[in-house]
């Protein structure tokens, strides 16, 4: 019966051969794993002696994993309970830095932890936080307006019923708090004919998550924090999960790693200079047989380029996603909403 339990929980690291063999011309010096989760990543890169990692997550429950971690590879393992946009924050005076790797999202055990509430078949209260928060989706469906509502579901979570499931969660909060069980009603009697292979609540729980946890702001400042931290010659991977992410990364790939210079007699500026090389347009997927193993790497989608340019101007690159940089600064509004209510 444990042995289940465990098994349950355990997560299967994505693509792990795959971002193994695009390292490990790199190895016997520093890598940053963004996204330590149960370790599985940095597991394989300390599996060469000459490696160090500097791990960082934002959910404290991970320390439980860097225990083991500190035991086994000492010096050679740093662990730093930060979000990964504060990269930029480390000392790395003295490492040889290598490479920086995000796997994006959430691991299985913290899908399968109930205080979480990242799953619709979660019960009570919403949450979604997956550490270091300043809010939860208990605070954003029962505080924010419809309007508010409706713009966090149709751009995190490209919900055709954005409109409706928010009035009716305004309407329903004039008589209750509504909780997870009524989100999930509410979302269920509107798309009770819905003929799409992914459940009802996917978009809207998938919306709450990224609006909860500011994961494109998170996303966009950790790509330009981690630009700027590397040599030329270092490594930027991502693994990422659902298409918003994807195309912030697969955007900042590709839009630096072309010279956009019109004509070589003209001097370049500082934003037409190329700043990454081998960049592939198609990104790296799973294999049949992992996405059989692992379902829950189906979507995954792996991109990685080499610096090959000291500074960059990235201003282009946030104008390209402000406006949803705007949505996730309606938390701005709910914090006062917040506040306003304790003080
Ligand atoms: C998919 S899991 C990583 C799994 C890991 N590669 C492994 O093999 O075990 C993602 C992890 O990233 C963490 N995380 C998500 N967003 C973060 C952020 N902005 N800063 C730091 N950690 C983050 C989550 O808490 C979670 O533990």
Redesign the pocket.
């Known amino acids: 019966m444990n042995a289940t339990v465990k098994l349950e929980k355990k997560?299967?690291?994505?693509l792990?051969n795959e971002l193994n063999s695009i390292i490990s011309p790199l190895y016997s010096g520093t890598f940053i794993?963004?996204?330590?989760?149960?370790?599985?990543?940095?597991?394989q890169i300390l599996k060469n002696k000459n490696n160090k990692v500097i791990a960082?997550?934002?959910?404290k429950k991970?320390s439980i994993?860097v225990l083991n971690f500190q035991n086994k590879f000492k010096n050679n393992f740093l662990f730093k309970n930060?979000?990964?946009?504060k990269i930029n924050t480390l000392n790395l005076e003295n490492e040889k830095l290598k490479a920086v790797?995000f796997?994006?999202?959430?691991?299985t055990n913290?899908i399968q932890d109930p205080d979480k509430g990242l799953s619709f078949s979660s019960k009570g209260k919403l949450n979604m936080q997956?550490?270091?928060n300043e809010f939860s989706a208990h605070d954003v469906i029962n505080k924010l307006n419809s309007k508010d509502l409706e713009k966090i579901f149709k751009y995190f979570g490209e919900e055709n019923k954005s409109k409706i499931i928010s009035k009716k969660i305004c309407q329903m909060r004039k008589n209750k708090i509504i909780q997870t069980e009524d989100l999930v009603k509410i979302i269920n009697k509107i798309k009770f004919n819905n003929k799409s292979k992914i459940h009802n609540s996917t978009k809207i729980f998938q919306s709450l998550r990224i609006f909860v946890?500011?994961?494109v702001s998170?996303?966009i400042y950790?790509l330009i924090n981690a630009f700027n931290l590397l040599p030329v010659g270092g490594m930027i991977v991502v693994?990422s999960?659902q298409s918003i992410e994807d195309r912030i990364v697969k955007y900042f790939f590709k839009n630096y790693s072309e010279i956009k210079n019109p004509s070589r007699y003209l001097p370049k500026r500082s934003d037409e200079i190329a700043l990454f090389d081998q960049v592939k347009s198609k990104p790296i997927v799973p294999s049949k047989k992992e996405k059989k193993i692992n379902p829950p790497s189906r979507s995954a989608k792996l991109r990685y380029a080499i610096k090959i340019n000291k500074s960059g101007d990235f201003t282009e690159f946030i104008k390209k996603f402000q406006n949803l940089l705007d949505i996730e600064n309606l938390s701005k509004k709910l914090w006062k909403s917040l506040y306003l209510l304790l003080y």
């Open positions: 997560h299967f690291p994505v792990l794993d963004c996204t330590f989760g149960q370790g599985g990543y940095t597991n960082l997550d934002r959910d991970t994993n930060i979000k990964f946009s790797i796997d994006l999202g959430y691991s913290q997956l550490g270091l946890n500011n994961e998170e996303l950790g693994v999960f």
